[in-house]
């Protein structure tokens, strides 16, 4: 068939690798399936149908989809001895959608299609069991309700309206939990499900099972284009044009009684990497009960005692599955009748941690080579690993406990819902996001927040799932929270006592233990464990890029050497100005008239610099350090509070007038295209003249007190090659009037504006080497004020008028060629001349990738990201490796 695929019986018509059609949901059923696993029979409708549907509007099929449905309809009825619609022995389906690449937001999961008034009969009577054919007749009308005939709460603070019935109901039969209604309850309530959807829709539920489920079909073709979907696509760059596959399956039931059960399993614990078969499950119960948090389930452990063969089946197909697909598995099960079912399988999502430790554990076990291991890391996911956590050594007391779901930590205000949490982040608020559960309607919020708490939902919760994809600290399941979000409060209770929490408070969150701190907590440096540093080898046997840092202190310099730096890329050196004990003599030197008054300023500023340099050369201990020379618009350094000017003044002993005149003399109107860079020793030499005096003093006192220096002089913002020309060798007769020959140093440049790529061949007669400065690249080649582009830049991303910010991933197409043309025409003047990046692009692993492709010695970035450059920069060797 053209727009179906069964699957089921021990066979299957796609396989694993037929994703892009049959999305990742179908294709490993199908593969599940072929390997003669327990898979309910069903078949898949593929993304192409999507695509058709997209193209010519919900409702318009290809011709022959229907005959071709009701081809695979009738093979599942044979497989499982059943018919749709019967009124003696109905066959009940499930729809879910599932697309190539995992997508939340879109429609999930409708059950028990197929039930109405004659089939629920036929239900209860075959299992004997009529409330169990009634409650699963409420679930589906309710969920078919909601997710096809679209009878939702009209407002994220209103209740949903089939909850509202369902808790009348039960208050009205006197019952506390779904579990307890009865069978006149549960009827009750399919009545009044069913009138609701009459009042909401002007028509009745239907009755009609092929109408059912060309309804729910229609709704999961849909579903790929509303609001969330297309959102979280635009977050992941996931393209519309990939479309959605259909799965209808026969049902099977973790509901029928205790010998019962639905859960999620992973084969490796997701939070830590641990190898152990790690997960939870409901007893009696329907699989959304596990993702929706509405009972806290039981760990897998517990299976093993109520249920053990089931257990040692699935820890069988646990295993099997993982060495088929050679990685780490998130499972979906059923065990109806003491029988399990496998209904999902697909490569399970980890927190940092965990990828590091199943990466190197699967190497271990003889599944993946080394190569294979670094290649399925995602470098930007290594954050987590490096980031802080609360100080164990200084924890305020606990004010509630729930699930570690999503690990580090976060201290935040509490908001209530998504849009406050949006609003707050949009004011540069840091945020908890606290609701009872989420759901796909959250992820904006959860976006914008930096840490998750919920009192509802297990380690597989909607709220978990999401937080650990995001990298997001999370707590679930803290159940001793009580949150009323539409009243803006919540309360933890426990102990005999209260605690009344409102939107602003603030609470520290530790996703590592799940502990809720009330206030700000004390935080600690990441630790490193030992497979992160097995792994860090590996990538480092592969790469060839080398991986510096941008430093200015000499803290930040020995953060950046325990990650594995290989040198300083940037030291901006105007950063050192800011120090209070110097800002004063930097504000006299930009404010002196004359060339006397600037030296006399400098000499000041000349011992300070010349410490930190030292410092810095001690700490790198012989590893390249790049000492780039000011840079910075000199209007940033001004005095502009009152307090200030009087300061100044004072010590220029003027009148504080003359300086306000002079610093509005001063000031420019596009101080970043203006007198900076280069542009400032042009005018005032005496400026570079003194740095590179401090740099070799400095190189000289750390060399004669036996400490081995590799200083690289940059000069910043060069246009033309006479600005380099002239500063060079300003800079030279500096340093050889100090250093005399003794110690060896280099003179570079950075590339930073378009025109300097573009004659980089004749920049290239005066430089050692070349650091391309891609924040000002990206400035000046698109136009865009670094500064200001933050405002309306968002609006092109999520309008999808550019890809990304072109600040934070490197532009290829644009700034990459221009980089391309820079180092073509450097190397064609000099074909060893030494190139690398120092913008905030040489930790962005796409960026690293680019480099590594175009020729580069090194990138150079903040400390935190060394290790996520060396990992993208062994990737990009491997890939290149393996394509070639
Ligand atoms: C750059 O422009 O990329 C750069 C590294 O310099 P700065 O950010 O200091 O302008
Ligand atoms: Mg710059």
């Known amino acids: 068939m053209n727009h179906v695929k069964q699957f089921g019986g021990g066979s299957s018509e796609g396989r694993a ?7 990742g949901k179908g294709a490993n059923l199908a593969e599940m399936a072929a390997l003669g696993l327990p898979v309910p029979p069903g078949f898949t409708i593929t993304t192409e149908v999507c695509r058709h549907v997209m193209a010519h509007g919900v409702g318009n099929y290809p011709a022959d989809l229907a005959a071709e449905v009701d081809t695979a309809l009738a093979a599942v009825e044979t497989l499982t001895k059943t018919t749709f619609g019967d009124a003696e022995n ?14 939340p937001g879109m429609m999930d999961t409708i059950l028990n299609l197929g039930l109405n008034d004659t089939t629920v009969a036929a239900l209860a009577k075959q299992t004997g069991n009529p409330r169990f054919a009634w409650d699963c007749y409420r679930r589906f009308v309710g969920m078919y309700g909601e997710v096809v005939l679209g009878v939702v709460a009209a407002s994220e603070a209103e209740h949903e309206p089939f909850d509202v019935i369902l808790d009348d109901v039960k208050k ?6 779904d579990q307890d209604l009865t069978e006149e309850a549960l009827r009750d309530t399919v009545a009044l499900f069913k009138a609701k959807v009459k009042e909401v829709t002007g028509t009745a539920f239907p009755d009609d099972v092929k109408t059912q489920l060309w309804g729910a079909i229609g709704a999961v073709f849909h579903s790929w284009n509303n609001a969330r979907a297309d959102y979280y696509r635009k977050m992941h760059g996931i393209p519309a044009s990939m479309g959605t596959a259909v799965n209808v399956q026969a049902m099977v039931f973790g509901n029928l009684g205790d010998d019962c059960a639905t859960g999620v399993a992973f084969t490796r614990n997701p939070a830590t990497g641990t190898p152990e078969l790690y997960g939870e499950f409901l007893t009696n119960a329907q699989g959304e009960d596990v993702v929706a948090g509405i009972r806290t389930p039981e760990p ?32 979906e099960f059923t065990i109806q009748r003491s029988q399990l079912f496998m209904l999902q399988t697909r490569n399970g999502k980890r927190t940092g941690k965990a990828m590091v430790r199943v990466a190197v554990d699967l190497v271990a076990e003889g599944k993946l080579t080394q190569k294979e291991a670094v290649l399925r890391i995602d470098p930007a996911k290594l954050d987590e690993v490096l980031h802080p956590t609360i100080d164990p050594k200084a924890r305020p007391p606990s004010i509630g406990k729930g699930l570690p779901a999503s690990p580090g930590a976060a201290i935040g205000k509490v908001v209530f819902t998504a849009g406050a949490a949006e609003e707050w982040a949009g004011r540069g608020e840091r945020v908890i996001l606290v609701r009872t559960d989420t759901s796909p309607e959250d992820i904006h919020g959860m976006k914008a927040a930096v840490g998750i708490l919920t009192s509802r939902g297990g380690m597989t919760s909607h709220a978990a799932v999401v937080a650990r994809g995001m990298g997001k600290c999370c707590v679930t399941s803290c159940t001793s929270l009580r949150v009323d979000a539409p009243k803006k409060v919540a309360m933890f209770v426990g102990g005999g006592k209260e605690l009344r929490l409102k939107e602003g408070d603030v609470l520290t969150l530790d996703g590592s233990t799940g502990e809720v701190y009330l206030g700000p907590a004390p935080l600690v440096p990441a630790q490193l464990g030992n497979e992160l540093g097995t792994l860090m080898q590996w990538v480092d046997s592969f790469r060839t890029l080398k991986v510096r840092t941008n430093a200015d202190t000499p803290t930040d310099a020995r953060t950046a050497r325990s990650f594995g730096a290989e040198g300083i890329g940037l030291c901006r050196t105007e950063h050192m100005f800011f120090e209070p004990d110097r800002i004063l003599a930097v504000r006299e030197m930009i404010l002196a008239e004359t060339e006397a008054g600037r030296r006399t300023a400098l000499a000041k500023i000349l011992p300070m610099q010349r410490g930190d340099f030292a410092e810095l050369f001690r700490v790198m201990d012989g590893l390249p350090v790049t000492i780039r020379l000011l840079d910075p618009p000199l209007h940033e350094f001004l005095p502009h509070a009152q307090k200030d000017i009087d300061e100044v003044a004072a010590d220029l002993g003027v009148q504080p007038s003359v300086i306000a005149a002079k610093v509005a003399e001063l000031t420019e109107a596009n101080p970043m295209l203006g007198h900076r860079g280069c542009r400032l020793a042009i005018t005032y030499p005496e400026i570079y003249e003194i740095q590179a005096q401090a740099i070799a003093e400095a190189a000289l006192e750390v060399t004669n007190a036996g400490g081995k220096v590799l200083p690289e002089i940059m000069i910043p913002l060069v246009m033309v090659p006479e600005e380099l020309k002239r500063l060079r060798a300003l800079v030279q007769t500096a340093v050889d009037k100090v250093l005399g020959g003794k110690v060896p140093y280099t003179i570079g440049t950075m590339i930073e504006l378009p025109r300097a790529c573009v004659v980089a061949d004749k920049i290239a007669e005066h430089a050692d080497f070349f650091s391309f400065g891609t924040n000002d690249l990206t400035q000046t080649t698109f136009g865009l004020s670094r500064d200001d582009a933050g405002r309306f830049l968002p609006a092109y991303v999520d309008g999808g008028v550019l890809p990304v910010d072109p600040f934070v991933a490197l532009d290829q197409d644009g700034v990459g060629a221009l980089i391309e043309l820079g180092v073509r025409g450097g190397r064609a003047t000099k074909p060893d001349l030494k190139v690398g990046i120092c913008g905030e692009h040489g930790g962005e692993p796409s960026s690293v990738e680019f480099c590594h492709r175009a020729g580069f010695n090194y990138v150079s970035c903040s400390p935190f990201r060394v290790p996520i450059a060396r990992v993208a920069a062994a990737r990009a060797a491997l890939s290149i490796e393996k394509s070639s």
């Open 172 to 177: 009205k039969y006197r019952a506390n939990r």
């Open 300 to 331: 897998i452990a517990e299976l093993a005692k109520t249920q053990p063969a089931a257990h040692a089946e699935l820890v069988r197909v646990a295993k099997l599955l993982e060495d088929h697909f050679r990685d780490m598995q998130d499972l």
């Open 17 to 23: 690798k037929d994703k892009a059609l049959l999305g």
């Open 90 to 103: 109905p066959l009940l389906v499930s729809v879910r959608s599932g697309a190539p690449a995992s997508m």
